[in-house]
């Protein structure tokens, strides 16, 4: 197994639109869109996977299997690690020698983990290499979506596709809704850990991109925080020489 698992790629995503924030804040939101998908030809494995997205935001791609079964709400009890596997349909889990490479629920359920390097809204998620009865669970920071009651559906090809791509779109733009929290309002789809896993045995799909939106300094904040420091370090000599 050690001759196919590679280290991690550092890969640049593409930066698709630019908003500016309140004055206050200093701060401007991006939206920076992830393809997971590799066109060089086979599947990759990575035991973890690492995109530079530039404005200094990374994520951090990782795999595991849990035991959570139909009900397979975040956090899960317990997880094994498995390797992230890179194609041209996107990202999946190989988690077992005859395992299909997708995230599936045969034996141990697959999930996908997305670690960023700071708060992210996720604004939508595409999905490929799904069937007719194929559906998706996910969770934000350890807290379980209700998929259904956000969508009216968890079934991945009832959501719209790119064209004829096979590729599906999942819009989180206008919230989610949390699983136990007794409503059904849906709140923004933020935090810093996402997940996407699979609850049945006949679930197989993979996760071709994400696309997010975040907020970076404003590079007039950014020079002047470094002349603070040099000012305060100047200082500092100055009563050392004294």
């Known amino acids: ?4 698992l590679k280290s991690a790629a550092v890969i640049s995503a593409v930066v698709i639109g630019v908003g500016t924030a309140g004055a206050a804040s200093a701060a401007t939101i ?17 035991e973890e996977l690492f995109k530079d997205l530039g404005d200094g935001v ?20 317990r997880t094994r690690d ?26 141990r359920a697959d999930f996908l983990r997305f670690t960023f390097s700071q708060e992210v809204t996720l604004h939508k998620a595409f ?11 996910a969770a934000i920071d350890d807290v379980d979506l209700d ?16 064209g004829n791509s096979g590729i599906h779109v999942v819009n989180f733009k206008n919230g989610v809704d949390f699983d136990g929290d007794g409503t059904n309002r849906k709140f923004s789809a933020t935090g810093t850990i996402f997940d996407f896993y699979t609850t ?18 404003e590079p007039g904040m950014v020079f002047g ?3 603070i420091g040099a000012v305060l370090a100047g200082s500092s000599r100055k009563r050392e020489d004294a």
């Open 1 to 4: 197994m050690n001759t196919l």
């Open 30 to 46: 991006v939206s920076k869109s992830i393809d997971f998908r590799d066109f060089g030809g086979g599947t990759e494995y990575f």
């Open 58 to 77: 990374s994520v951090t791609v990782t795999a595991g299997r849990h035991s959570g079964g139909p009900r397979a709400d975040a956090p899960f009890d």
């Open 82 to 107: 498995a390797l992230v596997t890179e194609s041209r349909n996107g990202l999946g889990v190989y988690s077992s020698l005859f395992d299909s490479n997708q995230l599936d629920g045969r034996g």
């Open 127 to 137: 999905l490929s290499s799904a069937q007719r009865n194929d559906e998706f669970d």
């Open 147 to 162: 998929i259904n009651d956000t969508f009216g559906t968890d079934r991945i090809v009832r959501f719209p596709e790119l």
């Open 200 to 217: 049945e045995r006949n679930d197989d799909y993979r996760v071709a991109g994400l696309k997010i939106w975040t907020e970076v300094p």
């Open 225 to 227: 925080l470094l002349g």
